[in-house]
């Protein structure tokens, strides 16, 4: 089996050697660098890189993607797509040819999503179609390209392949994704992919006139069926729509009942309301859900210490005692530092002994 790690580049010197390194035991690795200004290419070329430079004007990113494909050799059979903020993880070359068979066009490998290199704190992981067949495959959309197959495709999935994933923030790629975005729906504005991406974007950059009715417009699409991103969809139309909040973050409950970020929504519109006998229903479902999704609509904050503390609060001003001060244990032991959870539950612990010397 002939394998090819490749991706594109621009200024991704900091990661040039990492990316290199965690690819050493492909056959070949390219790079197609887009227009460097930084030591990009000469520590690529320096760790064995074959690099290729290439200008795609306008910018698309799966024009580029595709150029790069075009450079891996006829003789290649099992191609790896990995962005330079990527770094696959030792071992993985033996994984995939036991995972690989004779009829497997693409293959799923694990991403796991990092804070930084040196930190193996998971944050979020997800499937991904990182390997495929060297023919049949090619990038299509300007922006969040998806890998499609001329043909019927046999795709395969190995858990045990792990692709990390350290993003680098301080890059403004995502500054180029919005009108990319803008592109790719004026295109097929039928892609159901595009048109939550796109209102999302358009929720983040303030444009709440535009981007409610592209979300309201995904759920009504017919290849609209995930239910976690539906329900995330309803998330973010809730966040938008403060008059229409509540009836919101329930058809997003009804949609995906298993996920915490949607009971947290809730806790936080209850506790805003004063809304006791609710928030406590909230937190109780909330804190019932002990398992992530595993996709990339993970939400880590709602693993944090908020819904126990919310929970607490609500147990107290319901006068179930030992729950205040359960939750409030938990809320603390998640967040240690935090003097107000500290207080609270010192004041649990005096309330729940003073009712029970009462009684």
């Avoid at 024009?63 to 450079?71: I, K, P, T």
């Avoid at 692709?163 to 592109?183: C, G, I």
Wanted: hydrophobic fraction near 45%; glycine fraction near 4%.
């Amino acid at each position: 089996m002939k394998i090819a790690v490749y991706t594109i580049a621009l200024n991704e010197a900091g990661n040039a050697e990492r990316w290199a390194n965690s690819a050493i035991d492909a056959d070949y690795r390219i790079v197609a660098d887009t227009g460097s200004t930084d030591d990009t290419v000469g520590r690529l070329t320096a760790a064995g890189v074959a690099v290729h430079s290439i200008a795609v004007r306008p910018w698309r990113f799966d024009d580029a993607r595709n150029a790069a494909m075009a450079l891996i050799p006829a003789d290649v059979d099992v191609c790896c797509t990995m962005d330079m903020d990527r770094f696959l993880e030792p071992g993985w070359r033996s994984k995939l040819e036991a995972a690989w068979t004779p009829e497997t066009t693409a293959l799923y490998c694990q991403t796991v999503y990092r804070a930084s290199v040196d930190d193996p704190t998971p944050l979020r992981s997800w499937p991904a179609k990182n390997f495929h067949h060297r023919w049949g495959y090619r990038f299509k959309r300007p922006v969040h390209e998806a890998l499609v197959f001329a043909g019927e495709s046999e795709v395969t999935a190995s858990s045990d392949i792990v692709m990390f994933e350290v993003q680098d923030l301080a890059k403004p790629t995502r500054s180029n994704y919005l009108p990319l975005m803008e592109v790719a729906h004026k295109e097929n504005p039928d892609d159901a992919q595009i048109c939550f991406w796109l209102g999302r974007d358009l929720m983040w950059a303030n444009q709440h006139e535009r981007a409610v009715p592209l979300l309201e417009r995904y759920l009504a699409l017919p290849a609209t069926k995930w239910a976690e991103e539906r329900s995330e969809a309803m998330r973010y139309i809730a966040r938008m729509l403060p008059e229409q909040r509540l009836s919101w973050l329930d058809k997003a409950r009804m949609e995906a009942p298993h996920r915490r970020e949607i009971w947290l929504d809730l806790a936080e519109e209850f506790h805003g309301k004063a809304d006791w006998v609710n928030l406590f229903w909230a937190c109780t479902n909330g804190i019932e859900k002990t398992h992530r999704t595993g996709s990339y609509l993970d939400d880590s904050n709602c693993w944090s210490f908020r819904l126990f503390d919310l929970g607490a609060i609500a147990a107290w001003h319901l006068g179930v005692m030992n729950l205040a001060v359960e939750w409030g244990q938990k809320a603390l032991d998640l967040d240690p530092s935090n003097q107000r959870l500290k207080n609270n539950l010192e004041f649990f612990i005096r309330l729940r002994e003073e009712r029970r010397a009462g009684a």
